[in-house]
């Protein structure tokens, strides 16, 4: 059974930063091409949408409204994918969500964010 569990959310105040990790297990290998990692985030009253994405070997694609100050990296041997998160904007607030996409769709539980102004 597939599972990701993200951790690394909080409150941090505008222009503050956070590091978001998501770690996956059961039997899916993020360093397998075929699989498609991503980050998602969803506001209150909004819905889901993507921050960004990442397959190995292969680029990484942003939303244009976090390109410049997130980054999506990776951990093979780890098996975790992180979501660096820099210049943070009250507009960021959200629960942030980590995808792994092979075959089916996998979600983890999700980090609440929390930008104070």
């Known amino acids: 059974q597939v599972q990701l569990v993200e951790s690394g959310g909080g409150l941090v105040q505008a222009g503050g930063s956070l590091r978001l990790s998501c770690v996956v297990s059961?039997?899916?290998?993020?360093?397998?091409?075929?699989?498609?990692m991503g980050w998602y985030r969803q506001a209150p009253g909004k819905q889901r949408e993507l921050v960004a994405t990442n397959t190995y070997g292969g680029g990484t694609n942003y939303a244009e409204n976090v390109k410049g100050r997130f980054i999506m990296s990776r951990d093979n041997a780890q098996n975790t994918v992180y979501l660096q998160m820099n210049s943070l904007k009250p507009e960021d607030t959200a629960v942030y969500y980590c995808?792994?996409?092979?075959?089916?769709?996998?979600w983890g539980q999700g980090t609440q964010v929390t930008v104070s102004s």
């Open positions: 059961g039997r899916l290998w993020i360093r397998n091409s075929a699989v498609t």
């Open positions: 995808n792994a996409l092979h075959v089916g769709s996998y």
